[in-house]
């Protein structure tokens, strides 16, 4: 397990390794005792693309929902700065209500995958060489549920797919060994920038199209035109552009100064 580096989940047990192909029996409804009871006490890490679902879903800003819903935490493998969701002061989740989840259709990746939990390996890209591991908490009767489940089909029910797809270059950065190697502790200005491009999408936009960016980076006609028009492709554009920043061999080098 040398080369395991993060657990974005948290288990109050030793992990029993699963794979993809592991089956274990779940079901959760609302007709359960343990009806969101889950829904607190958590620690809850955010990808970059949960805050771009959550923001729109509130109708609010990137910097809003970072100051009204999220901590800085930084996970000891890596010195990247990690935002997680704030609990509310009675220790509960902000969004759940007595009938349930109120953003259900974007909660967070880590509420996709619950109940399982799920940590990412060292120079792998996401699905690749990613473990899970069955969360069991004692308060939850949905295991005792006859419905069987791989856990690539509770992904897929899940749409944790689509997450993949959007936190690739973000993953990539997080689990780099480079982003690990004790001497490239970021500094404070790595810092601010990580959690720019990883997390605030609105000031990031404002930080490629008004200020001198895009004259002092290479950046081809059709990107630009992509990453106006599609705020996605905006924040994958953040990640590839971030990586060339903290460990060199840029996508997107600076233009020449003449
Ligand atoms: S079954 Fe488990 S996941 Fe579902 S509400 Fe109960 S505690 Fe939460
Ligand atoms: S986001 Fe929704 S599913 Fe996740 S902890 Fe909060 S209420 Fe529960």
């Known amino acids: 397990m040398d080369d395991i580096i993060m657990r974005l989940s948290k288990s109050p047990y030793a992990p029993v390794k699963m794979s993809l192909d592991s089956e274990f029996s779940f079901m959760c409804h609302r007709g359960l005792e343990c009806f969101t009871e889950c829904c607190g006490k958590i620690d809850i890490f955010l990808t970059p693309y949960d805050i771009v679902r959550l923001k729109r ?86 295991y005792r549920e006859e419905k069987r489940w791989t856990v690539r089909q509770w992904r897929l029910s899940q749409e944790i797919n689509i997450y993949d797809d959007v936190n690739k270059f973000w993953f990539d950065i997080i689990l780099s060994k480079k982003a690990m190697a004790p001497k490239l502790v970021p500094d404070e200005k790595s810092q601010r920038l ?3 491009c990883s997390y605030d999408i609105d000031s ?55």
């Open 204 to 258: 990031f936009r404002r930080f490629v199209f008004e200020s001198r960016f895009l004259k002092a980076y290479v950046v081809d006609t059709d990107t630009i035109k992509k990453i106006k028009e599609d705020e996605v492709e905006l924040l994958k554009f953040g990640h590839r552009w971030l990586r060339g920043v903290l460990f060199g061999n840029p996508e997107y080098p600076k233009r020449e100064q003449g």
């Open 57 to 142: 879903r509130l109708r609010t800003s990137s910097e809003e929902f970072i100051s009204r819903y999220t901590t800085v935490a930084e996970l000891k493998e890596t010195r990247l700065p990690l935002l997680m969701l704030r609990m509310a002061d009675n220790g509960r989740c902000p969004f759940v209500t007595e009938d349930g989840c109120t953003i259900y259709t974007d909660r967070p990746v880590v509420c996709r995958y619950y109940p399982i939990g799920f940590g990412l390996m060292k120079s792998n890209h996401i699905g690749e060489g990613d473990f899970f591991f069955p969360i069991k908490e004692s308060f939850c009767l949905g």
């Open 194 to 196: 990580f959690l720019l």
